[in-house]
Nanobody
Framework: QVHPVESGGGLVQAGGSLRLSCVASGNGFSRNSLGWYRQPPGKEREFVAGIFFDGRPKYADSVKGRFTISRDNGKNTVFLQMNDLIAEDTAVYYC?????????????????WGQGTQVTVSS
Protein backbone atom coordinates (compact mmCIF):
# COMPACT_ATOMS: atom_id res chain seq x y z
CA GLN A 1 0.00 0.00 0.00
CA VAL A 2 1.24 3.49 -0.89
CA HIS A 3 0.68 6.39 1.51
CA PRO A 4 0.86 9.90 0.01
CA VAL A 5 1.92 13.08 1.81
CA GLU A 6 1.41 16.38 0.00
CA SER A 7 3.28 19.67 0.38
CA GLY A 8 3.81 22.94 -1.43
CA GLY A 9 0.48 24.68 -1.07
CA GLY A 10 0.12 28.30 -0.08
CA LEU A 11 -1.25 31.72 -0.92
CA VAL A 12 -0.42 33.15 -4.32
CA GLN A 13 -1.69 36.02 -6.45
CA ALA A 14 -3.57 35.37 -9.65
CA GLY A 15 -1.14 34.73 -12.48
CA GLY A 16 1.42 33.23 -10.14
CA SER A 17 2.79 29.71 -9.84
CA LEU A 18 3.08 26.96 -7.26
CA ARG A 19 4.62 23.53 -7.31
CA LEU A 20 3.00 20.79 -5.30
CA SER A 21 4.87 17.68 -4.26
CA CYS A 22 3.60 14.34 -3.06
CA VAL A 23 5.86 11.73 -1.52
CA ALA A 24 4.24 8.32 -1.52
CA SER A 25 5.89 5.86 0.82
CA GLY A 26 5.37 2.16 0.39
CA ASN A 27 6.17 -0.50 -2.14
CA GLY A 28 5.38 -0.43 -5.80
CA PHE A 29 5.46 3.32 -6.39
CA SER A 30 7.02 3.01 -9.85
CA ARG A 31 4.28 0.62 -10.95
CA ASN A 32 1.45 2.86 -9.80
CA SER A 33 -0.57 5.37 -11.69
CA LEU A 34 -0.88 8.59 -9.70
CA GLY A 35 -3.29 11.46 -9.63
CA TRP A 36 -4.04 14.89 -8.25
CA TYR A 37 -7.54 15.90 -7.22
CA ARG A 38 -8.83 19.10 -5.67
CA GLN A 39 -11.80 20.15 -3.61
CA PRO A 40 -12.85 23.79 -3.96
CA PRO A 41 -14.76 25.39 -1.06
CA GLY A 42 -18.31 24.05 -0.90
CA LYS A 43 -17.82 21.73 -3.86
CA GLU A 44 -17.07 18.10 -4.49
CA ARG A 45 -13.62 16.69 -5.07
CA GLU A 46 -12.64 16.82 -8.74
CA PHE A 47 -9.97 15.34 -10.96
CA VAL A 48 -7.05 17.61 -11.87
CA ALA A 49 -4.33 15.47 -13.44
CA GLY A 50 -3.11 11.91 -13.60
CA ILE A 51 0.05 10.19 -14.72
CA PHE A 52 0.56 6.65 -15.96
CA PHE A 53 3.35 4.48 -14.59
CA ASP A 54 5.28 5.25 -17.81
CA GLY A 55 4.95 9.01 -17.40
CA ARG A 56 2.11 9.75 -19.79
CA PRO A 57 -0.07 12.56 -18.39
CA LYS A 58 -3.77 13.27 -18.48
CA TYR A 59 -5.39 16.57 -17.49
CA ALA A 60 -8.78 18.00 -16.73
CA ASP A 61 -9.84 20.49 -19.38
CA SER A 62 -9.83 23.30 -16.82
CA VAL A 63 -6.08 23.03 -16.22
CA LYS A 64 -4.73 21.98 -19.63
CA GLY A 65 -1.89 24.23 -20.74
CA ARG A 66 -1.42 25.63 -17.22
CA PHE A 67 -0.62 22.61 -15.04
CA THR A 68 2.02 19.93 -15.54
CA ILE A 69 2.16 16.61 -13.72
CA SER A 70 5.42 14.71 -13.48
CA ARG A 71 6.97 11.96 -11.41
CA ASP A 72 10.35 10.96 -10.02
CA ASN A 73 10.25 7.25 -9.31
CA GLY A 74 13.68 7.35 -7.67
CA LYS A 75 12.27 9.68 -5.01
CA ASN A 76 8.76 8.18 -4.85
CA THR A 77 7.46 11.65 -5.66
CA VAL A 78 4.84 13.10 -7.97
CA PHE A 79 4.72 16.82 -8.74
CA LEU A 80 2.10 19.25 -9.93
CA GLN A 81 3.49 22.43 -11.44
CA MET A 82 0.74 25.04 -11.52
CA ASN A 83 1.19 28.16 -13.63
CA ASP A 84 -1.09 31.07 -14.51
CA LEU A 85 -3.17 30.40 -11.44
CA ILE A 86 -6.67 31.82 -11.25
CA ALA A 87 -9.09 32.29 -8.36
CA GLU A 88 -11.02 29.20 -9.46
CA ASP A 89 -7.95 27.08 -8.71
CA THR A 90 -8.42 27.76 -4.99
CA ALA A 91 -8.94 24.39 -3.33
CA VAL A 92 -7.45 21.72 -1.14
CA TYR A 93 -5.29 19.59 -3.41
CA TYR A 94 -5.03 15.87 -2.77
CA CYS A 95 -2.61 13.28 -4.07
CA UNK A 96 -3.77 9.78 -4.89
CA UNK A 97 -1.73 6.69 -5.62
CA UNK A 98 -2.55 3.40 -7.21
CA UNK A 99 -5.66 4.43 -9.07
CA UNK A 100 -6.77 3.13 -12.44
CA UNK A 101 -7.00 4.73 -15.85
CA UNK A 102 -10.12 3.79 -17.78
CA UNK A 103 -10.68 5.36 -21.19
CA UNK A 104 -8.13 8.04 -20.35
CA UNK A 105 -9.74 9.00 -17.05
CA UNK A 106 -8.01 8.44 -13.70
CA UNK A 107 -10.18 6.70 -11.10
CA UNK A 108 -8.70 7.10 -7.62
CA UNK A 109 -7.72 4.43 -5.14
CA UNK A 110 -10.10 5.03 -2.24
CA UNK A 111 -7.57 3.69 0.26
CA UNK A 112 -4.67 5.91 -0.79
CA TRP A 113 -5.47 9.59 -0.27
CA GLY A 114 -3.15 12.12 1.29
CA GLN A 115 -4.24 14.72 3.85
CA GLY A 116 -4.29 17.50 1.28
CA THR A 117 -2.55 20.85 0.89
CA GLN A 118 -4.36 24.18 0.68
CA VAL A 119 -3.90 26.37 -2.39
CA THR A 120 -5.39 29.85 -2.25
CA VAL A 121 -5.27 32.18 -5.24
CA SER A 122 -6.05 35.82 -4.56
CA SER A 123 -7.52 37.89 -7.36
Amino acid sequence: QVHPVESGGGLVQAGGSLRLSCVASGNGFSRNSLGWYRQPPGKEREFVAGIFFDGRPKYADSVKGRFTISRDNGKNTVFLQMNDLIAEDTAVYYCNAGGTFISGRYFPNARSWGQGTQVTVSS
